[in-house]
């Protein structure tokens, strides 16, 4: 096996903390080291299952050296009729065993129009009764966490499918490593939104964007609330771009932790501990003392 000096970005840090799997950190250092991804489960004595586990979740965020596929063939989508829909319940048995599945699922029976949605999931998606069946169980439990308490429709459904096959998850491991980071990311805007005092309502997709980019820098909570009081001081409240000049900056002088950048600014930081600084903190320090 190659093993060389590897220098991890901090954003792929943050990433591969947030995916709490060792086997997706080890297999990250491995391929950035310069090896083979085919000799991976010989090298590593993994399974393959445990490679496919941990490629799926490096995948899924963003993380691996390849780019997503997307399943979504080119050409215009086809319009099902209602014959197609016959044939696939009187041919396809596989076909007719999920139309049950996603009745008992949705606890409602089907009607033509959403039939010939699920036939697109099938035919036009490529996508497999498995990984159709934990789509659809993921989309009645991200309803039931938004507090509906409503199923959710085919057309909901089908806009997430395609969202699904954009990501190129074409397989249960990919569906699960998708699920994973999207509950790591959910977890994520929640602290968020607490951190910038934010109740009753979620974040836009500007907003998020935003808290992911921040989250991805590696800011410690100290940091993010000491941006937020700033910002609110200085502008009258919550204003997005102007406390992401102040974390961008922030990022760039190399400055992350909250108590280090108080200090930078001759501000007292309650704690009942302190650490000494180590000498990239002191050097980010004395750079930003210049520039001021």
């Avoid at 090896?35 to 691996?64: F, H, K, Y």
């Avoid at 491991?173 to 009753?200: D, F």
Wanted: overall charge negative.
């Amino acid at each position: 096996m190659n093993v060389t000096e590897v220098r991890i970005p901090r954003e792929d840090t943050q990433r591969l903390l947030a995916t709490c799997s060792g086997d997706a950190a080890i297999l990250y250092l491995y391929i950035h080291c310069g090896n083979d991804p085919v000799e991976a489960a010989r090298v590593l004595s993994m399974t393959e299952s445990r490679i496919s586990c941990a490629t799926a979740t490096l995948r899924q965020m963003g993380l691996w050296p390849e780019d997503h596929r997307s399943m979504i063939p080119a050409g215009e989508r086809p319009n099902y009729t209602e014959q197609d829909v016959f044939d696939a319940m009187d041919g396809d048995t596989s076909f007719r065993s999920l139309y049950g599945e996603v009745q008992r699922v949705l606890g409602k029976s089907l009607n033509t129009e959403e039939l010939k949605i699920l036939l697109g999931f099938t035919r036009y998606l490529g996508m497999t009764p498995d990984v159709i069946s934990v789509l659809i169980t993921y989309c009645k439990e991200r309803a039931r966490e938004r507090g509906s308490n409503r199923m959710p429709s085919l057309r909901s459904i089908e806009k997430e499918a395609y969202s699904w096959a954009e990501h190129g998850i074409d397989s249960l491991e990919e569906a699960a490593a998708y699920i994973q980071t999207q509950n790591v990311h959910n977890q994520r805007m929640a602290h968020m939104k607490h951190l910038l005092q934010i109740r009753g309502r979620r974040l836009t997709q500007a907003e998020e964007r935003y808290a992911d980019q921040w989250a991805n820098m590696g800011f410690d909570d100290a940091a993010i609330t000491l941006a937020y009081e700033r910002t609110c001081i200085n502008t009258g409240g919550l204003k997005w771009p102007y406390m992401n000049s102040i974390l961008k900056n922030w990022h760039e002088a190399g400055l992350h932790n909250g108590e280090v950048i108080a200090a930078a600014d001759h501000k007292p930081v309650q704690r009942t501990e302190r650490r000494e600084l180590d000498a990239d903190e002191q050097a980010a320090i004395a750079r930003m003392m210049q520039e001021e």
